[in-house]
């Protein structure tokens, strides 16, 4: 079935209960799976009039315990950083979906694009069987670490079609929800609140306290980022002269590049992020032992580069071997996504 | 001079009878009875009855408050209710997904003319147009009270704020939007109506549409919507004393109170 479809059984069969979007494309086809998938099982999708409204009614399901989602193009992303940040600080789970047009918005993605000290886990599938799992991981470590997760995809992933089933993977018990509204604890002298402001009532003269809240917050987020561990695939990188770095679709052209320029007798390896944060150092710093060269490709002007060169600390040089790779629409279909191409800039990068 | 006998209380000595509270004006749903508001506010008037209407109509344990970002939000983090802040304009939005999510939940948002009118204008608006069984309260004082008595979009012509020092002027600084009206137009909105704090009556009055605009969402008959005119000598530059006059005035001059649609 098409990525959109399957992203969408995904969701449903992680638990989401709760959809809002706006339509854009490549995003589009999830909203409409979303609202077929959703009333049958007792969900809800909203037809949101904006992304900002989008994003607020997610907050409002997310705040009720209900798993929830949201999600756009790397433009809509951007009018949700506001309360993507604010979820941050008000510790509620919820996973956002990015059908990105090509590759530009990875710092968005992984520096957060909003306000604020906060972190959001990014996964990045290649493909349709992967968007499955890493869609369902999504929903559980958001509900986990009670924090926004981004999932990170494109127009290829939304659009192109791959036998899958989807079946809801188990990831262990389910996290509590008591601190999830329903009305109930009203009266009872200890009312629920959930607030971006903080977690404490005001007690005796004292209201929020920022501080204290953003403190708590910082400690939440640390936690996160050491309960995740990082995930990449390496493959081909022991004897490697050349480590290739990239991720999502274009990670899935670079693998059977690698591969072809093996057969050529050039010896090639890659490491494929799947977390952008946290960032799979370790993995490219271990990768990048021995080889001559830590090539990296993104159909941007170069930003997971900085990731790159932060792991690899300069013990190897790092080559830029990407670039926008567009056609009319900007969607993100991408002329260098071909194996010849490829093929020839990495092994370009050691010469 | 006339010789008045001086009356005063001995400190010397235990008073003969003890002190005695004669009534406790905080309401049942308010945890902590202090709030740093001005002398004078009208907001917690506001809060006292929507407070007063939600435990009469036995709602409490089914009531989620959605707050918006202003003075009133000093009340968000000491309401013994369920609350969820949302960001400033957003309240809508997000009283949706709660209601959505949990349809037997009684939503209610609390935000103010800035709040609702500057920044969430859209949100409000769209909310009312899906008819979402929800009752929004605006708190209307016709100035960012918040941060010292600013323009927003319901302060009326010649109101003299800090970012409009010779008077709101229309040719510079427009119309302001008269939101009750506005939202009465459409056809997903139920209930609306306009009140005010500034005299007993008027809080009398003004509790009686709140109590309506629950009665609305708890029949699910659509979008209820109650605007309540407040005072803010602070933010109008004005004495205290003189506020719930020069509301009369001046913003429900312009801001006309009633009910505007009941079903």
Redesign the interface.
């Given at each position: 079935m098409e990525g959109s479809e399957a992203i969408a059984e995904a969701m449903v069969a992680a638990g989401c209960?709760?959809f809002?979007g706006y339509p854009m494309t490549p995003f589009t086809e999830i909203l409409e799976q979303m609202a077929k998938q959703l009333p049958p099982v007792g969900g809800?999708c909203?037809n949101?009039?904006?992304e900002?409204?989008a994003v607020?009614?997610?907050?409002?399901?997310?705040?009720?315990g209900?798993p929830?989602a949201t999600g756009s193009t790397g433009q809509g992303l951007s009018l949700m950083q506001?309360?993507i940040a604010?979820l941050a600080m008000?510790r509620l789970p919820l996973v956002v979906l990015n059908m990105a047009r090509a590759q530009g918005d990875y710092w968005q993605a992984t520096r957060g694009g909003g306000h604020g000290d906060y972190r959001t886990p990014v996964l990045a599938p290649m493909d349709v069987p992967e968007a499955v799992e890493l869609t369902q991981r999504a929903f559980h470590w958001a509900a986990t670490w009670r924090n926004p997760v981004l999932v990170f995809g494109d127009y290829y992933l939304a659009h192109t079609s791959q036998s899958v089933d989807v079946q809801p993977i188990d990831f262990g018990p389910a996290p509590d929800v008591s601190w999830a509204?329903?009305?109930?604890?009203?009266?009872?002298?200890r009312?629920?609140?959930?607030?971006?402001?903080?977690t404490?009532?005001?007690?005796?003269?004292v209201?929020?306290d920022l501080s204290e809240h953003y403190l708590a917050c910082a400690a939440a987020t640390h936690a996160m980022l050491k309960g995740i561990e990082p995930m990449a695939e390496v493959a081909l990188c022991d004897d490697a002269d050349v480590v290739v770095v990239a991720y999502g679709t274009p990670g899935r052209y670079i693998r059977a590049a690698v591969k072809a320029l093996r057969e050529r007798g050039v010896k090639a390896g890659y490491v494929r992020p799947i977390t952008l944060l946290p960032f799979p150092t370790e993995a490219v710093a271990r990768a990048a032992e021995g080889a001559k060269v830590v090539a990296v490709y993104e159909n941007n002007q170069g930003q997971m580069v900085d990731d790159v060169r932060l792991a690899v600390l300069g013990r190897t040089p790092v080559s830029f071997i990407g670039g926008l790779s567009l056609d009319t629409s900007g969607f993100g279909i991408a002329p260098d996504l071909d194996v010849t191409i490829l093929g020839d800039r990495i092994a370009g990068a050691l010469s | 001079m006339t010789d008045v006998p001086v009356r005063f209380v001995p400190t010397d000595k235990a008073p003969t009878r003890a002190a005695r509270m004669v009534d406790d004006f905080t309401p049942a749903l308010i945890e902590v009875g202090e709030h740093h508001l001005c002398p004078g506010c009208g907001e917690p008037i506001a809060m006292r009855s929507v407070l007063e209407v939600i435990a009469e109509l036995d709602v409490v344990q089914r009531s989620i408050a959605v707050f918006g970002i202003g003075c009133y939000t000093a009340f968000s983090n000491n309401l013994d209710l369920e609350v969820c802040q949302a960001l400033h304009g957003r309240a809508p939005s997000v009283a949706t997904g709660i209601k959505r999510a949990k349809p037997n939940t009684v939503v209610v948002t609390v935000q103010g003319d800035g709040d609702m009118v500057n920044e969430g204008l859209q949100e409000v608006l769209h909310t009312a147009a899906r008819g979402e069984s929800v009752t929004c309260i605006m708190l209307n004082n016709g100035v960012f009270g918040e941060t010292g008595g600013h323009l927003t979009a319901t302060t009326v012509l010649g109101q003299r704020t800090k970012n409009t020092l010779d008077g709101r002027d229309a040719e510079q600084h427009g119309y302001p939007i008269l939101i009750s009206n506005l939202i009465a137009q459409l056809e997903g909105a139920a209930y609306v109506a306009r009140g005010a704090v500034n005299t007993a009556g008027n809080v009398s009055r003004t509790k009686r549409m709140i109590t309506r605009a629950f009665e609305t969402q708890l029949e699910r008959r659509g979008f209820s919507f109650v605007e309540i005119l407040t005072m803010c000598p602070t933010g109008w530059f004005i004495e205290t004393e003189e506020a719930p006059a020069y509301l009369d005035d001046n913003l429900a001059a312009v801001h006309v109170g009633g009910v505007l649609k009941d079903w």
């Open positions: 209960r709760f809002a809800v909203m949101a009039e904006s900002l409204e607020g009614m997610a907050w409002g399901a997310a705040a009720t209900t929830a506001e309360s604010e008000a509204l329903d009305g109930s604890s009203g009266g009872s002298g009312a629920k609140l959930v607030s971006p402001l903080g404490q009532k005001q007690r005796d003269d209201g929020y | -």
